[in-house]
């Protein structure tokens, strides 16, 4: 239980709560074992008044007394069994609720390049299937195993208090049961591992469906994907039945185990009973302890499950959740920014793949101009905008904002004041308006409208039979690549960033259109910093400054009119062959 000992901080919280839900359960169970103690009480009432006889009305007076006082012991225990479920039960909701929010919180600090490790239909199963099997251990496995080592307690304690020897006797079975119960739950332990490890892998091929369900269907290969979805379902069906199997030969064992008890209490009882030793009332006392001990003995294999399960759960849980955060924001300082922005001899390589991304680049910006960056795939031009926003960190060199070390400032703040459109567009699953509004949440409809001008997309969207209102299919599945493009760009905008990074996001735009998009940004960005990656000469011909890189390195810098006069130089080459294009 090794894994689960992340749990004993959220105990330790609700440990109030607990602890009145013990208390309520050990009130529950005393109320309980008032019932066999009256029935052996009358048993053995009976039993005098049959051997030496006695007045009639007495013995009714008794009967009927007892009987009250066991239907009243009962209404409380029920009372004080139902106050206990909700007491414990919902500490694991509680546990449950702060279990999803940290897995969740610690999802949105871990960098980039853990998410480029895992997949996501793992991820989910995590924060789901395997936090609800968590919280079967630190709900009804933690108030039953409570339950169970109260009335074990309570009853053994009280049956040796009257007879010793058949107490005995009747708790012999017990370490074998122990021994049976450690070598399942080894197995359970394992085979519950499997099982998650199968749902997961599950979970991410119908993920992966749902999102590429355009490509699956354009390359026709639904059948092949049905064969293979139905070979992964019956690996973990294969897996849930191996597990069941184990988690079925619980129950058989505690009702045999239980049985051999209650045959031992028959017949030692018995003999004592003949020999004198004990009243009839107690050999029924025994026998009704005994079966009172049969569901909580029962439950022992359950819970003994439930915990493996958990174990297993939980262990996947701490895989991820003592990742290290590698982008650790050091300030809590809100300074303002201005924009200024400055590389100086960054270096980055990409751990995943050991691929110098980044060698050598130095560059200076102030606030309100403008930089392009151009180069062939795979140059480094991405990963540059991924330094800025500090999703990523250089492995040498430094980069200043306002002359201070991007890695001394507030990362919430950096962030906040730098909008990025990145290559692949990601829009939600919401409508237009509130897609936008994303960059701004209080923004108001005016503000999108002017916004959406800029990027050239409001005619479009007011033909939309909704408009504003209309809503997005998943990742702006019924949207063109373009009107993706601008929405994000309009997003971008509405923010009123000090910084803006645009990574290649005009491509699926016109010539026509981008020009005008190019134009717009002129007018309402001067005292915006910008940085504008692109394949297109004439998305950064009107930037202050233009980088070409090639393998990482800046081979070439200067303006549009300085770079075009090297006729050997890759800028003017390519700015040839895109105007040849054109004309």
């Given at each position: 239980m ?7 901080k ?14 309520i ?10 019932a066999?103690?009256?029935?052996g ?10 051997r030496s ?5 007495i ?10 006082f066991i239907?009243g ?5 029920g009372?004080?069994t139902?106050?206990?479920r909700?007491?414990?039960?919902n500490?694991?909701?509680f546990i ?5 929010n940290e897995?969740?919180?610690k999802?949105q600090e ?5 998410y480029?490790n895992?997949r ?7 924060i ?11 709900g009804p496995a933690?108030m039953?195993?409570?339950n169970t ?8 304690t009280?049956?040796l ?10 708790i ?6 122990s ?12 085979k519950?591992?499997?099982?998650q ?14 999102s590429?369900i ?11 994907l ?5 070979d ?7 897996r849930?039945?191996d597990?069941?199997?184990f988690?079925s ?6 009702v ?29 006392e ?5 079966n009172?001990?049969t ?6 294999g359950?819970?003994?499950?439930i915990?493996?399960?958990a174990?297993?759960s ?5 895989q991820?959740?003592?990742e290290?955060i590698?982008i650790?924001?050091?300030s809590s ?7 200024e922005?400055?590389?100086?001899n960054i270096n980055?390589?990409?751990?995943e793949?050991n691929i ?5 680049i130095?560059f200076k910006?102030?606030?309100?101009e ?16 991924e330094l800025?926003?500090r ?5 040498s060199g ?7 070390d991007?890695?001394?400032h507030?990362?919430?703040n950096i962030?906040?004041?730098?909008s ?14 509130n ?22 997309i ?19 599945i019924?949207?063109s ?25 005009l491509s ?10 190019t134009?717009?940004l ?7 910093t ?5 394949q297109?000469t004439s ?6 400054k233009?980088?070409?890189l090639?393998?990482?390195k800046v081979?070439?810098?200067g303006?549009h ?11 003017h080459?390519?700015?040839y062959?895109?105007n040849?294009?054109?004309?």
């Amino acid at each position: 239980m090794k894994s689960l000992n992340y749990l004993n901080k959220f105990f330790y919280e609700y440990r109030f709560r607990i602890l009145i839900g013990i208390l309520i359960t050990i009130i529950a169970r005393i109320f309980a074992l008032v019932a066999p103690n009256l029935i052996g009480d009358s048993i053995t009432i009976i039993e005098n008044y049959l051997r030496s006889g006695g007045n009639p009305s007495i013995l009714k007076k008794n009967l009927i007394s007892n009987i009250f006082f066991i239907v009243g012991a009962s209404i409380m225990a029920g009372i004080f069994t139902f106050v206990m479920r909700q007491t414990l039960i919902n500490v694991s909701r509680f546990i449950e609720f702060d279990l999803k929010n940290e897995i969740f919180q610690k999802y949105q600090e871990l960098n980039i390049s853990f998410y480029k490790n895992s997949r996501i239909g793992d991820l989910m199963n995590r924060i789901s299937e395997d936090v609800s099997k968590v919280r079967m251990y630190v709900g009804p496995a933690l108030m039953y195993s409570i339950n169970t080592i109260t009335l074990f307690i309570i009853i053994i304690t009280y049956m040796l208090s009257i007879d010793v020897k058949l107490t005995l006797y009747t708790i012999t079975p017990l370490p074998l049961l122990s021994l049976v119960i450690y070598k399942l739950s080894k197995r359970i332990n394992i085979k519950s591992m499997k099982v998650q490890e199968s749902l997961s892998k599950l979970t991410t091929i119908a993920q992966e469906s749902f999102s590429g369900i355009s490509i699956i269907k354009s390359y026709t290969i639904e059948q092949e994907l049905s064969n293979h979805i139905e070979d992964v379902s019956m690996e973990t069906r294969n897996r849930h039945i191996d597990l069941a199997k184990f988690q079925s030969w619980f129950l058989p064992m505690m009702v045999l185990l239980i049985g051999m008890s209650n045959i031992l209490v028959i017949y030692i009882g018995g003999n004592q009973f003949i020999n004198g030793k004990i009243e009839l009332g107690v050999l029924a006392e025994f026998i009704i302890y005994v079966n009172m001990l049969t569901w909580p003995v029962a439950t022992v294999g359950w819970v003994t499950s439930i915990v493996q399960q958990a174990e297993a759960s939980q262990s996947r849980i701490n895989q991820f959740l003592n990742e290290k955060i590698k982008i650790i924001n050091k300030s809590s300082k809100i300074l303002k920014i201005k924009g200024e922005i400055e590389f100086k001899n960054i270096n980055f390589t990409y751990e995943e793949t050991n691929i110098k991304a980044l060698s050598d680049i130095n560059f200076k910006l102030k606030n309100g101009e403008s930089l392009g960056i151009i180069g062939p795939v795979g140059c480094g031009k991405s990963t540059l905008l991924e330094l800025i926003v500090r999703n990523y960190d250089p492995k040498s060199g430094e980069i200043l904002i306002d002359n201070i070390d991007l890695k001394n400032h507030n990362i919430n703040n950096i962030r906040n004041n730098i909008s990025y459109v990145p290559q692949t567009t990601f829009l939600f699953n919401d409508t237009i308006k509130n897609n936008i509004r994303f960059g701004k949440s209080d923004a108001e409809i005016s503000d999108i409208k002017k916004y959406s001008k800029i990027s050239c997309i409001n005619d479009e969207i007011e033909e939309f039979p909704k408009r504003y209102n209309s809503i997005l299919g998943e990742r702006g599945i019924n949207l063109s690549g373009g009107q993706k493009q601008r929405i994000a760009l309009a997003r971008a905008l509405i923010k009123k960033p000090k910084v803006l990074l645009l990574d290649d996001c005009l491509s699926a735009v016109d010539l026509e259109t981008e020009n005008t998009i190019t134009q717009n940004l002129q007018k309402e960005t001067n005292n915006i910093t910008k940085i504008i990656v692109s394949q297109r000469t004439s998305t950064i011909k009107m930037c202050n400054k233009i980088i070409v890189l090639n393998q990482g390195k800046v081979i070439e810098i200067g303006n549009h009119e300085e770079l075009i006069k090297n006729t050997e130089g890759y800028y003017h080459q390519i700015n040839y062959k895109q105007n040849k294009k054109t004309h």
